[in-house]
């Protein structure tokens, strides 16, 4: 069965500075992997997915994220981070042949001015 | 598309008390997940749905929670009896698994539910 590790319970960093949260997954087969993003109070919202093709994906607000299999991590990344960037982020797995989406434990994404 | 309604988006009742909790997925979606969300043990997968069918409900905490599709429109998720430890947010998704999506999931707002 598949599970996510998201190591980073809490990363905080100012306004305009670059992050990486990080996320490494665990299956033996082949996966599709996807990254959520949750306001306080809200539903989650996705950000970006990997499904095949190129390892670099890019998605909403600037995030971008590498798969990389050989490290089966799946880490997201923003240049230049704003105060809105405040947010709970999900990294999330789905074995290729199955549809059940496993969720990592999430990294609160704390930025300040 | 409105997106996956759930209804109601606050709850609260006392322990013993029935709660039944409504999620509309969103029109063409095949798959209809429910997940809890609280503090301690995060984002968990209860059960979920293949075209009205439940496929894994391996997540369901106990006997008390039950789950339904009647259509492919409409699931409910019950409580009965409620108890304190049950006070979380549950949210509903679904999504579509063919050529135009690969199983990405959409999310309802949510329902916090607040036994007392």
């Known amino acids: 069965a598949q599970s996510v590790t998201q190591l980073d319970s809490q990363v905080p960093v100012f306004e305009e500075a670059p992050v990486e949260l990080r996320c490494n997954y665990s299956s033996s087969v082949s996966v599709y992997l996807f990254w959520y993003v949750q306001y306080p109070n809200q539903g989650l919202q996705l950000l970006l997915k990997?499904?095949?093709?190129?390892?670099l994906v890019k998605g909403i607000n600037g995030f971008e994220a590498e798969f990389n299999k050989s490290q089966t991590s799946f880490h997201l990344r923003k240049p230049s981070v704003h105060i809105s960037d405040t947010a709970e982020y999900f990294c999330a797995v789905t074995e290729q042949g199955f549809q059940k989406l496993v969720f990592g434990t999430g990294t609160r994404l704390l930025v300040s001015p | 598309d409105a997106g996956v309604i759930q209804s109601p988006r606050h709850e609260v009742t006392e322990m013993g008390q029935e709660v039944t909790l409504r999620c509309k997925p969103i029109?063409?979606?095949?798959?209809l997940f429910w997940y809890r969300q609280t503090m301690m043990r995060g984002l968990e997968l209860l059960i979920y749905f293949n075209n009205n069918v439940p496929i894994d409900d391996s997540g369901m905490p106990e006997d008390r929670f039950s789950a339904k599709m009647p259509n492919a429109s409409f699931s409910t998720l019950k409580i009965q009896p409620s108890e304190p430890r049950d006070s979380a947010v549950y949210f509903c998704?679904?999504?579509?698994?063919?050529?135009?999506?690969?199983?990405?999931?959409?999310f309802g707002q949510g329902t916090r539910l607040t036994v007392v």
């Open positions: 029109s063409g979606h095949d798959y």
């Open positions: 998704a679904s999504s579509f698994w063919g050529a135009r999506g690969k199983g990405e999931a959409f």
């Open positions: 990997y499904l095949s093709g190129s390892t």
